[in-house]
Structure formats: structure tokens, C-alpha cells
């Protein structure tokens, strides 16, 4: 199957800092997704970023689907920003649609 | 407003005791997902079901079963057969046709603890 594999595992920042986490995938995807996973488990969508960029205010993403990688940015960071960051990806040519493959997270912690 | 319950939020259960996990759309979404997430891991899947009346296995399909009887509804059971059923649960569902197919939503999760 896909491997996905995210980097950094852990990323601590002071707050106001920057930061770029990673997504690599091993096969072709024609869905790609961010999320953050809050405290109490909750995963809040991001991004829906099978190509291109997108902006929503401090977050941006940009998926190199050539290439085979994402790169989620977060500007300015915030203690609220702390969490679990995931990516996960569907093969483009897996006619079980919507069968998408997790990373292992990227942990930030986002400190005041 | 339009989402995806789970329930219970937490749930402990004995050793060799089935529980059901209930997940409730309704965004009208034709397929739901269960994955499971063990601490400090991503999410794997468990089960997928695209259609009423339709399911497949995911990765880790041993030790669980499931019933898509309405289109809004996706209940999990963990069996006694299920080795390490201490995990969070989380139920997701998504669309199978047009611009954002798959694009995957979930719930708040069933976090279970068998004593």
C-alpha cells in the first residue's frame, strides 16, 4: 500500500514563530487532505489540497502532487495552534473511493 | 446543523464483553469510515461502507464487525475476538462524486477502555 510519512514527529516553536511541516507519499494521490487533531481528539479539516496552494488566514498549504509532497506553513504561531497535525491521502487510481491513508502526525507545541 | 455524531464520548467495558459504537450523519454523505487511533499513532482503518447494505475491510478489520442498514447510520462492534480493543474510535463519512470526492469529515470519537 501508500506510505505516508510526515516530518518533523515533534516541532516545538515559541509563540509568534513559524513553521513547515511535511507530507511525503510513495504513489500517485488524487486527494489530500490536512488535519489538526485538538486536545481532546477532535480532527478539525484544514486543507482539501489534492494540487496547488491554498490560504486560509495564518495556515497555507502547497501539494506538489509531481513531486509527491505537501508542505503545510503556519505563520505566527499561536498556543491554540498546539496539537497533532495529519495528512492523509487517497491512490488516484483506487476504486474504493474515499479510502484514504493516514501519516503519523507531526506534534506541535506552541509555547507562550 | 449538519455533522457527524458519535456515542458513547467514553466507554468502559470488561474483558470478553461486545460493545457497540454508534456513528449518526447527516450531511447525506453515501460513505462512512471507521478508523482507530492507539496513543501517539495515526489513524488506521477498520471498516468502510460506500452504499446501504455495503461494506468492505479496511486494514484492521479482526476482531470488529459492522451493518450499513441506512444510509446515515454506520455502528461499529467491537467483539470479544478484537485482542487490544482499548483505543479512540473515530467514525468519518465523505462524498463519492463531484469536486471534493472523498474529502473525509469526522466525528468527535468514542474513546473505549476495557478494564
Known amino acids: 500500500g501508500i506510505q505516508v510519512e510526515q516530518s518533523p514527529p515533534d516541532l516545538i516553536l515559541q509563540e509568534g514563530a513559524n513553521s513547515t511541516l511535511r507530507c511525503n507519499f510513495s504513489?500517485?494521490?488524487?486527494?489530500l487532505q490536512w488535519f489538526h487533531q485538538n486536545p481532546w481528539g477532535q480532527l478539525i479539516n484544514l486543507f482539501y489540497i489534492p494540487s496547488g496552494t491554498k490560504q486560509n488566514g495564518r495556515l497555507s498549504a502547497t501539494t506538489v502532487a509531481t513531486e509527491r509532497y505537501s508542505l503545510l506553513y503556519i505563520s505566527s504561531s499561536q498556543t491554540t495552534d498546539s496539537g497533532v497535525y495529519f495528512c492523509?491521502?487517497?491512490?488516484?487510481?483506487?476504486?474504493?473511493?474515499?479510502?484514504?491513508?493516514f501519516g503519523d502526525g507531526t506534534t506541535l507545541t506552541v509555547k507562550p | 446543523d449538519g455533522g457527524i455524531t458519535q456515542s458513547p464520548k467514553y466507554l468502559f467495558r470488561k474483558e470478553g464483553q461486545n460493545v457497540t459504537l454508534s456513528c449518526e450523519q447527516n450531511?447525506?454523505?453515501?460513505?462512512m469510515y471507521w478508523y482507530r487511533q492507539d496513543p501517539g499513532q495515526g489513524l488506521r482503518l477498520i471498516y468502510y461502507s460506500q452504499i446501504v447494505n455495503d461494506f468492505q475491510k479496511g486494514d484492521i478489520a479482526e476482531g470488529y464487525s459492522v451493518s450499513r442498514e441506512k444510509k446515515e447510520s454506520f455502528p461499529l462492534t467491537v467483539t470479544s475476538a478484537q485482542k487490544n480493543p482499548t483505543a479512540f474510535y473515530l467514525c468519518a463519512s465523505s462524498i463519492l462524486a463531484g469536486g471534493r470526492t472523498g474529502e473525509l469529515f469526522f466525528g468527535e470519537g468514542s474513546r473505549l477502555t476495557v478494564l
Open positions: 450531511l447525506n454523505h453515501d460513505a
Open positions: 504513489d500517485s494521490v488524487n486527494n
Open positions: 492523509a491521502v487517497r491512490l488516484a487510481y483506487n476504486t474504493n473511493a474515499g479510502k484514504s491513508t
